[in-house]
């Protein structure tokens, strides 16, 4: 049985990407017998995720600041502060903050675990020299999530009615 546990904000050490975006991660699967993650993220204007799926796991969304669009599957959905959105595992999904300030979201994942490969990408992502995107891609693929090369526009993938290709 788990004993509970108290996180503040401020003893979270974020994860970084050599960008602007950070994660910092209140609960991680260890925390939670491997049932959930439940993890914030700060995106700049103009920033995003890549189009991608989870095969194993749900991810939902959470707005508390700014303006994001949520694609799901070939869905955008505006989200604003209070806004909540699910992308359940199998179905592709990106993110993209739209606002004129760095977003607030909270995020879970079902089962939990994200972030190791959250922290397995920083390490990638934070090196001198920049990796090419095969090797970026198959960090994904070690942890159940499939990733399409960033083909510019604001969700990084392809366009609306195009499909999922990677």
């Not at 999530?145 to 969700?155: C, E, F, R």
Request: charged share 25%; proline share 6%.
């Amino acid at each position: 049985m788990d004993s509970g546990k108290v996180v503040r904000l401020e003893d979270v050490v974020p994860i970084t990407y050599g960008g602007g975006e950070e994660t910092r991660f209140l609960l991680r699967g260890s925390d939670t017998s491997g049932r959930s993650s439940f993890y914030e993220v700060r995106m700049p204007a103009g920033e995003g995720s890549v189009w991608h799926v989870h095969h194993d796991t749900d991810e939902s969304f959470y707005v508390l600041d700014g303006e994001f669009e949520i694609k799901v599957g070939e869905e955008i959905h505006k989200a604003s502060a209070g806004t909540m959105v699910h992308g359940p595992r199998g179905v592709w999904h990106s993110f993209f903050n739209v606002g004129d300030s760095t977003g607030l979201m909270l995020c879970t994942m079902t089962p939990g675990g994200i972030e190791l490969f959250f922290e397995e990408l920083s390490a990638l992502l934070t090196r001198p020299e920049r990796p090419d995107w095969d090797t970026i891609k198959a960090v994904g693929e070690r942890h159940g999530i499939t990733a399409a090369k960033p083909q510019g526009g604001p969700h990084g993938g392809p366009p609306v009615g195009s499909g999922a290709a990677g």
